[in-house]
Structure formats: C-alpha cells, structure tokens
C-alpha cells in the first residue's frame, strides 16, 4: 500500500497555476478529443484538471490507463474533473493509436514545445505521472498515479488531505472490524452461490471464513483451487463452521462465471466493488491468498494458501496455535528427512543422464546435490548457467561425491532438451510428477533457484544460488561452517587496506572499500568480485590493486557523460528517464 507520507513528501503540493498559459499556445487555444474534435480551453473553467503524462510504449503506462479510465468515466457525470493527456510517444501514429483509447482531452501531438514545457515544469522523471490540479490552478498532488492506483474513485479529488482521511478511514475500520464491514456495501447485503441465488450475510455470523483472492486464468490459482475444494469438502463433511467466499479479480465475465461454476462455496459479485477494495484494505501482494477471518470478524492470518497446499484441512481452524503445531511438525519431518524421501515418489525412483540413461537415485545416497530449479526461458537461469557450470566443474575436480539434478520449468520436451544438452548434470525428467512435490516443499516461488542437500539427505540451504554467485565453488559444502571460513578469509584478505581512498579517475567522491558479488572495475574494466573501492552514489568502483596503486590520471569521460539525453529504463510500475 501506498505510503501517505511519501505521497506527501514527495508531492510539490501548493504550487499555483493558470490553466490557461500552461495549456495553450501563441497559435492554439483549444486541446482535442480522439475524434479530432476541438475543446476550447477556456471550457475548463472552474474544474479540477489531471495532467496525465503517459506514452503508448511505455508498458507500466499501459497497465495503468484502462484504470485511469475507469475512474474518469465514474467522474465524468459530476462535470467537475478533466484529464489531459501530455503524450511523450515519437510519433503522431503512436499518439493517434494510443489516445483513441482515452475519452478525455489531450495536447496535440503538433505541440511539442507546451508537451515539454510541461513535462519540464512539473519536473517529470517517470511515468505514468499523473499531476492534480483543483479549480484555482492550485497542485492538489503530482502523485496521482499513486493515489488512483490505492483507492480509485474514493479517492478523488486526489489530495493529500484525501488520502489521509482515508487512511485514518481504513486504520478505524481495521480498529472495528466486522464481517459485515468487509463484506457488506451500501447496496448489497449478501453474497452468491455459483448458481446466482443470493446468500444473506446473516449466514455467516459466527463462522469462520476464508476471502479466497484469485484471478481464474493464473496457472498457480488454477493449480491451488482443486487443494482447496479438497480441504473444504473435508471441513464440511466434519461439520466445521467454516466458509470460503470468492473474492475474483477476473477481468472477463465468463472466465469468472466459469471457474467459480466448479466451485462449492460462495462469492462476491463479478466486478463488484468491493472486490478491489478488499485487495487493498488486506495489501494483497500474491496469488493465490487466502485472507482467514475469525468467528469474531477480525483477521486471523493474512494469507493461509501456502499453509492449505501444504497441510490441506490439517491447518484448521488457522489460529496461531494450529500453526505452531504444524510448525514443530515441519522440524520433525526435516529431521527425518532424506534423499530418497524428497527424490523418490511410488515408481519414480530414478533422475536421468545424457541420452535418458536412468540413474537410480539410490547412487546418489551419500554425496551434497543442488536441486537445480530452472527453465530455458528463463533469462536469469539462462545467465546463472555458466556460473554454475564453472562451479561445478571445479568442485566435481576435488570431490567426486557432488551432484546437480536439474527440475524444470520448461513448457516442452524440445525447450528441456535443448537446455539440458548445456549441462554436465543429471535431471528429473521432463514433465515429472516430482517436480510439483518439491517446488511446494522447498516453496519455489522464483527461479532459478538452487537447493543445496547434504550427505544425510537433510536440507543444508534454499539460498546456495546466491552463495555460487558470490563465492563460485569457494562456497561448496555450502553449510554454515563453511560460510564462517570465506567471512574469516575475507577479512583477512582485506588487513591493511584503507577503509576509504581518493583517486584520480574519481574525484568527486571518496571511495569506500565495501563487499562486492559481481562488478565491473571502472578503471581496468575487468569483472571483480569479493571487495572494492565504491562510490554508491555514482555507481562507481575499482579493484583493490587499481584502488591502492599510484594512479596516472582519469582518461576518458564519464560514464554519465556519454549516456543518451531521452534513454528511458522501464522497471516494474514506472519508466523512469536515465
């Protein structure tokens, strides 16, 4: 959720402008509509405007439009509020492509001087930013963006003010919580069954009730829905006072319409609006969640989805207590734990060599293996894969009872195939059974990722991707022992260095001797790794040796020098100029 006092912070609330001068031009007084129509300027009189600055390459930009258009068309009737749109596209076809989406107003793409005089004035370095202006020219916020993504329609008219009465608005409500005051609306007091018919919330007092938060087309809500029906039924055949009620973030109305048909318990309306409401007010972040609510009506967990995949009705009733149980469980079976229990399942008691050459799993009873989890269209494992190979060359050179079993993500038996032939280490097979058992057990939520097991079977560490990134095959047995040893040599390895140092190709700043994983040296331009001479604030560091040697002089420019005026780099909710 949105911070109230970044919003605030970083706004440049306060200052004061005339509509006029900042929207018109020597030889233009009106804005356009997508149809060519023009809008007099002077028509924008007494309302509040948004100056939405966006771009039709722009990828976070397109995600957030259709709900800026949302909000828009709900304002639209009180006849108070505009957006104009301050297109930063390249070209008029772009422009002509991507506003014929918007039903506001917009400064034609001809105008590129007002398009950036503004974009100067309101000092923006990323979009989509959305700049809020009331009636008297006054900036209500520049982070509209922020505010709409938050609260939507509620919360308009987008000033901090706003944004914290409805802040201290939800702080009450989780304060008083109630079922009915998540579930309930001004206009609806129940919720449906997956045949239509109406469920009165009255049949919820005193129950406990899981907001299942999924979206139906999402490969791991459609893997996890099946485990939860499982547990439900088993709940409701025992008799619990338990329910499930489906709050779908679906966008089309028959992908809701057909999942939740297979479905036993109830749900919200399709699109109501409490639906994104709720996904605010419980700061949903993943999929699939499972938000558990109390017979009292205040939360108990925030999300249970990983608790049910793993211990189905077991996890009931959910409280702290059950989860503490199943907590001292969990040791016990990690204890217990050995290759042939995560490795072997019915049948399937073999990985694969070169040529599909099975290799009984019993062979690797006794020897430290990495499960490598990882996918040929993975462009992080992609990158990893060398490392890897490195490291396990040179550790497969000293000690013959080592091992790496690739799991794959891949979608095909070509695209496994093809990426397996790179690698000098065993696999399971593609598309085995085995392969979901042990993403869930070592939660898999990202790839690659690299599992380190020891000689008994036990899990050593989840994280031995990072320790092969920062110490290469330093870091095998990869146990806590060894990790111990790498810190000692490392600080021995730094004895009679400087903590800080000045140096000719970087005058501005001192440089600070600090731990590295992987870097370029600015000065021999040679990869690093371990320490170096940095800079923080100008992404700039040196090798020891060229740190602590008599420098000649800086050659060349700088490095921001030489970077393009208009690069932009897109990164997840914002493109943001270089």
């Given at each position: 959720?949105?911070?109230?006092?970044?919003?605030?912070?970083?706004?440049?609330?306060g200052d004061s402008h005339d509509f006029r001068s900042l929207l018109s031009s020597s030889e233009r007084d009106f804005l356009i509509r997508n149809t060519g129509?023009?809008?007099?300027?002077d028509s924008l009189e007494g309302k509040k405007l948004g100056f939405y600055f966006s771009a039709s390459w722009c990828g976070p930009c397109r995600r957030f439009?259709?709900?800026?258009?949302?909000?828009?068309?709900?304002?639209?009737?009180?006849?108070?509020?505009?957006?104009?749109?301050?297109?930063?596209?390249?070209?008029?076809?772009?422009?002509?492509?991507?506003?014929?989406?918007?039903?506001?107003?917009?400064?034609?793409?001809?105008?590129?001087?007002?398009?950036?005089?503004?974009?100067?004035?309101?000092?923006?370095?990323?979009?989509?930013?959305?700049?809020?202006?009331?009636?008297?020219?006054?900036?209500?916020?520049?982070?509209?963006?922020?505010?709409?993504?938050?609260?939507?329609?509620?919360?308009?008219?987008?000033?901090?003010?706003?944004?914290?009465?409805?802040?201290?608005?939800?702080?009450?409500?989780?304060?008083?919580?109630?079922?009915?005051?998540?579930?309930?609306?001004?206009?609806?007091?129940?919720?449906?069954?997956?045949?239509?018919?109406?469920?009165?919330?009255?049949?919820?007092?005193?129950?406990?009730?899981?907001?299942?938060?999924?979206?139906?087309?999402?490969?791991?809500?459609?893997?996890?829905?099946?485990?939860?029906?499982?547990?439900?039924?088993?709940?409701?055949?025992?008799?619990?006072?338990?329910?499930?009620?489906?709050?779908?973030?679906?966008?089309?109305?028959?992908?809701?319409?057909?999942?939740?048909?297979?479905?036993?318990?109830?749900?919200?309306?399709?699109?109501?609006?409490?639906?994104?409401?709720?996904?605010?007010?419980?700061?949903?972040?993943?999929?699939?969640?499972?938000?558990?609510?109390?017979?009292?009506?205040?939360?108990?967990?925030?999300?249970?989805?990983?608790?049910?995949?793993?211990?189905?009705?077991?996890?009931?009733?959910?409280?702290?207590?059950?989860?503490?149980?199943?907590?001292?469980?969990?040791?016990?079976?990690?204890?217990?734990?050995?290759?042939?229990?995560?490795?072997?399942?019915?049948?399937?008691?073999?990985?694969?060599?070169?040529?599909?050459?099975?290799?009984?799993?019993?062979?690797?009873?006794?020897?430290?293996?990495?499960?490598?989890?990882?996918?040929?269209?993975?462009?992080?494992?992609?990158?990893?894969?060398?490392?890897?190979?490195?490291?396990?060359?040179?550790?497969?050179?000293?000690?013959?009872?080592?091992?790496?079993?690739?799991?794959?993500?891949?979608?095909?038996?070509?695209?496994?195939?093809?990426?397996?032939?790179?690698?000098?280490?065993?696999?399971?097979?593609?598309?085995?059974?085995?392969?979901?058992?042990?993403?869930?057990?070592?939660?898999?939520?990202?790839?690659?990722?690299?599992?380190?097991?020891?000689?008994?079977?036990?899990?050593?560490?989840?994280?031995?991707?990072?320790?092969?990134?920062?110490?290469?095959?330093?870091?095998?047995?990869?146990?806590?022992?060894?990790?111990?040893?790498?810190?000692?040599?490392?600080?021995?390895?730094?004895?009679?260095?400087?903590?800080?140092?000045?140096?000719?190709?970087?005058?501005?700043?001192?440089?600070?001797?600090?731990?590295?994983?992987?870097?370029?040296?600015?000065?021999?331009?040679?990869?690093?790794?371990?320490?170096?001479?940095?800079?923080?604030?100008?992404?700039?560091?040196?090798?020891?040796?060229?740190?602590?040697?008599?420098?000649?002089?800086?050659?060349?420019?700088?490095?921001?020098?030489?970077?393009?005026?208009?690069?932009?780099?897109?990164?997840?909710?914002?493109?943001?100029?270089?």
């Open positions: 959720m949105a911070d109230v006092e970044m919003i605030l912070s970083e706004s440049i609330e129509d023009q809008v007099k300027i439009t259709p709900t800026l258009v949302d909000v828009y068309e709900q304002l639209s009737p009180k006849g108070d509020f505009q957006i104009i749109f301050v297109s930063g596209d390249e070209d008029d076809e772009s422009f002509n492509e991507y506003f014929s989406k918007m039903p506001w107003l917009a400064i034609p793409f001809s105008d590129s001087e007002t398009r950036d005089r503004l974009d100067e004035l309101f000092k923006v370095s990323g979009i989509p930013h959305l700049v809020i202006l009331d009636e008297d020219g006054k900036v209500l916020t520049d982070n509209g963006v922020s505010i709409v993504r938050e609260y939507g329609v509620d919360g308009y008219p987008f000033s901090a003010e706003k944004v914290k009465e409805l802040k201290e608005l939800e702080e009450k409500a989780r304060r008083e919580q109630t079922m009915r005051s998540i579930l309930a609306s001004p206009s609806r007091d129940f919720v449906i069954s997956s045949d239509g018919s109406k469920v009165p919330l009255s049949k919820l007092e005193g129950k406990t009730i899981g907001l299942y938060f999924s979206v139906s087309n999402y490969s791991s809500c459609a893997d996890f829905t099946p485990k939860l029906v499982d547990a439900y039924k088993k709940l409701e055949e025992k008799g619990e006072s338990f329910e499930i009620v489906l709050i779908s973030l679906d966008d089309e109305e028959a992908s809701f319409k057909e999942s939740f048909g297979g479905m036993p318990w109830l749900a919200l309306p399709f699109k109501d609006n409490s639906c994104e409401k709720l996904a605010r007010y419980f700061e949903l972040s993943t999929l699939p969640t499972v938000v558990i609510i109390g017979p009292d009506g205040k939360t108990l967990q925030s999300n249970v989805a990983e608790a049910i995949e793993e211990h189905g009705m077991q996890a009931y009733p959910f409280t702290p207590e059950k989860f503490g149980e199943l907590a001292e469980m969990e040791k016990a079976r990690e204890m217990l734990q050995t290759l042939e229990s995560i490795l072997v399942s019915g049948d399937l008691d073999f990985v694969i060599g070169k040529d599909g050459v099975r290799v009984p799993v019993s062979d690797l009873v006794g020897k430290n293996i990495l499960l490598n989890f990882s996918a040929h269209w993975c462009p992080p494992c992609r990158a990893f894969l060398p490392k890897l190979i490195d490291a396990y060359n040179k550790i497969k050179a000293k000690d013959e009872a080592f091992e790496v079993v690739f799991i794959s993500s891949d979608s095909d038996q070509a695209s496994f195939d093809e990426y397996f032939s790179e690698m000098p280490w065993l696999a399971l097979p593609f598309g085995d059974a085995r392969k979901s058992s042990l993403s869930r057990k070592f939660k898999v939520f990202g790839i690659p990722m690299l599992v380190a097991i020891g000689p008994s079977g036990r899990t050593v560490t989840k994280e031995a991707r990072d320790l092969i990134m920062m110490h290469g095959a330093d870091a095998y047995p990869f146990t806590e022992e060894r990790l111990k040893e790498i810190e000692a040599e490392y600080n021995e390895m730094k004895e009679g260095w400087p903590e800080k140092v000045k140096h000719p190709l970087h005058d501005e700043h001192e440089l600070t001797l600090v731990r590295r994983m992987d870097y370029t040296c600015d000065g021999c331009d040679e990869e690093g790794q371990d320490w170096a001479f940095s800079c923080e604030d100008c992404d700039f560091d040196l090798h020891p040796k060229c740190a602590l040697e008599e420098a000649k002089g800086a050659e060349g420019e700088s490095m921001d020098d030489q970077r393009p005026n208009d690069e932009w780099v897109c990164d997840g909710d914002k493109c943001t100029r270089v």
